[in-house]
């Protein structure tokens, strides 16, 4: 029975760690671009770079996001519907199925491109997570995936064509040939720490930390350096199922061990009582050899003393007999 239960214990465990991992918090969100292309029957607008497909990678796929032509910047953003921290982002970029590379027409509108995650719709109040400035034509990957350990509620994608002389290698115009962005972070508020298994509770602003230390980051004012590692359970309301669902699995692991440690305890003590109840049982044995061995003794003698007193009292017949005879002669 105990043995049972500390295995369900240890699999709730590890379910809870498994179920609450990294995912595509960006997948189907609401997207927008600033010029998008002007033929909305190509199927092409912002919502195609959050859709989850990417195995055509042409403008005729209807996989992947194209805006408008001769434009000197382009901007596409994803608004993850509210802050949550977020641990990468993924970004497959268009190559209408052609080798990758110098020869790619689409690797000269991918060069210069940044990625910035802000609180608002503007790109000017969030932080950058990633600017080109290295890449060639024969250098640069695609896909490609950015670590930014951050919060956030937009990531936006942006590239232009602004400052003259262009780097080598760089397109005319910018463009946004998204055919995927993926974000990948935690689905719910307020969690960090390695698939997003840790809760994070605090007395102003809860969750605002990065998503694998906890600490708080740059992005917000006077909370810079402050670890969010604790559970405050009395900032927790009461009846909110969501928080004690998070209580729970931070107890989780408590809960799995102590298991783990009354079952070694139970087994110990089982075998420790079994030997008890062996060691009583082959002295029970013992003792009743021993009495089998000593009741024919006991027999014996009794019969003997019973013979004795039998020729005692034969004899005294025998000797009254005599008497009697002597007297009646």
């Keep these: 029975m105990l043995m049972g239960i500390t295995w369900k214990a240890l699999f709730l465990q590890m379910f809870l760690h498994l179920a609450i991992a990294y995912e595509n918090i960006a997948l189907n969100k609401q997207a927008w671009e600033r010029y998008p292309w002007p033929n909305k029957m190509r199927n092409v607008g912002a919502q195609r770079a959050v859709d989850g497909r990417k195995s055509n990678l042409s403008a005729n796929g209807g996989e992947c996001t194209i805006s408008a032509n001769y434009k000197a910047t382009a901007e596409w953003r994803v608004d993850l519907g509210e802050i949550l921290n977020i641990n990468r982002i993924f970004i497959q970029h268009r190559t209408d199925e052609l080798p990758w590379g110098a020869k790619n027409d689409h690797a000269s509108r991918f060069l210069g491109f940044s990625v910035i995650v802000s609180n608002t719709t503007e790109k000017n109040d969030g932080v950058l997570c990633f600017k080109d400035k290295n890449f060639t034509l024969e250098t640069i990957p695609n896909s490609i995936n950015i670590t930014c350990p951050i919060f956030a509620r937009y990531v936006i994608f942006y590239n ?150 039998y020729q005692e009292l034969t004899e005294v017949k025998n000797t009254d007999n005599s008497i009697y005879d002597e007297i009646k002669l």
């Design 160 to 309: 232009n064509r602004t400052n003259r002389p262009f780097p080598a290698g760089y397109s005319k115009y910018a463009y946004n040939e998204l055919c995927e962005l993926e974000v990948f972070g935690c689905s719910k508020f307020g969690y960090y720490g390695e698939n997003c298994s840790m809760p994070c509770y605090d007395h102003s602003q809860p969750g605002l930390s990065d998503i694998e230390s906890g600490t708080r980051l740059s992005n917000v004012d006077g909370f810079e350096g402050q670890q969010c590692n604790k559970t405050h359970l009395l900032d927790i309301p009461l009846g909110d199922p969501d928080d004690l669902s998070s209580i729970l699995h931070s107890f989780a692991p408590l809960f799995a061990t102590l298991f783990a440690i009354s079952f070694v305890i139970n087994i110990i003590f089982t075998i420790r009582e079994c030997r008890n109840k062996l060691r009583l049982k082959n002295q029970n044995k013992s003792k009743a050899r021993n009495q089998q061995r000593v009741t024919p003794d006991i027999d014996i003698h009794e019969n003997v003393d019973a013979n004795t007193e």
